[in-house]
C-alpha cells in the first residue's frame, strides 16, 4: 500500500520527472514585506514554447500530467456535467476536522 503527500521529500523527485519529460524548470521568488520567511515561490516548466506555472513542483507535474492526459485543446480541460458531479459528490462526503484535527459531526454544523 502507498501513502504518499505533497511533502519535502515529493519536490526534487517532481523536479527530475518534469526535466525527463524534456521541460526547463525556472523558479521566482516574491518576498513578503521584505521578511524572507513569507517568501513565496512559482514554479515554470516550459518546453516548446508552452509553460506550466504553479507554486510548487507537485502542483507543475500535476499540470503537465494533465495535459497529457486531457489533451492539449484546452476546451478539453473543461469538467463535463458527470465529472462536475463526481467531484461535489467527494467534498460532500468529507470527513470534516476542526483546528485541532479532532473530526466534527457534521450534523453539529
Same mark, same amino acid.
Given at each position: ?12 523527485? !517532481? ?16 518576498? !513578503? ?5 513569507? #517568501? ?38 473543461? #469538467?463535463? %456535467?458527470?465529472? %462536475? ?25
Amino acid at each position: 500500500m502507498v501513502r504518499i503527500g505533497v511533502a519535502g521529500n515529493t519536490a526534487i523527485p !517532481c523536479f527530475q520527472v518534469i526535466k525527463s519529460k524534456g521541460y526547463t524548470i525556472t523558479s521566482k521568488i516574491y518576498f !513578503c514585506v521584505d521578511i524572507i520567511e513569507d #517568501a513565496t515561490y512559482e514554479f515554470i516548466a516550459e518546453k516548446d514554447g508552452n509553460e506550466f506555472i504553479g507554486d510548487n513542483l507537485e502542483e507543475v507535474l500535476g499540470l503537465i500530467t494533465m495535459w497529457e492526459y486531457r489533451g492539449q485543446n484546452q476546451e478539453d480541460w473543461r #469538467a463535463n %456535467h458527470s465529472e %462536475h458531479l463526481e467531484y461535489r459528490n467527494v467534498l460532500d462526503d468529507s470527513i470534516v476536522f476542526d483546528k485541532d484535527g479532532n473530526q466534527v459531526d457534521e450534523n453539529l454544523l
